[in-house]
Nanobody
């Protein structure tokens, strides 16, 4: 069992900042890529930012230059620093992790998702 626990959401001001965290815990042997996704009311689920185990990052065009994803491999935790917030950043933000775990006699990989954390930006 793998749990991804997000924290740091809440109410932010337009132009302000928020920082999200996502920690993976449970029984697993390795964590590969991790990332943040979001879903706003009436809109499709979209990728916000991803980071590989080696630190390579990828961003949604609309957040480039404003958001920064980082990772602490020792803690199996990722962060999303969100600056210059806009009202259109309002959404539920979900953490995802590509997890390797032992399921004898095999080693398996699967995606795990967090429960989501609400980010609301007021203008």
């Amino acid at each position: 069992q793998v749990q991804l626990v997000e924290s740091g959401g809440g109410l932010g001001q337009a132009g302000g900042s928020l920082r999200l965290s996502c920690a993976a815990s449970g029984s697993f042997s390795r964590v590969y890529g991790m990332g943040w996704y979001r879903q706003a009311p009436g809109k499709q689920h979209e990728l916000v930012a991803t980071i590989s185990s080696g630190g390579n990052t990828n961003y949604l065009d609309s957040v480039k230059g404003r958001f920064a994803i980082s990772r602490d491999n020792d803690k199996n935790t990722i962060y999303l620093q969100m600056n210059s917030l806009k009202s259109e950043d309002t959404a539920v933000y979900f953490c995802k992790a590509d997890i390797e775990y032992v399921d004898l006699p095999r080693v398996r990989r699967s995606d795990s998702w967090g429960q989501g954390t609400q980010v609301t930006v007021s203008s």
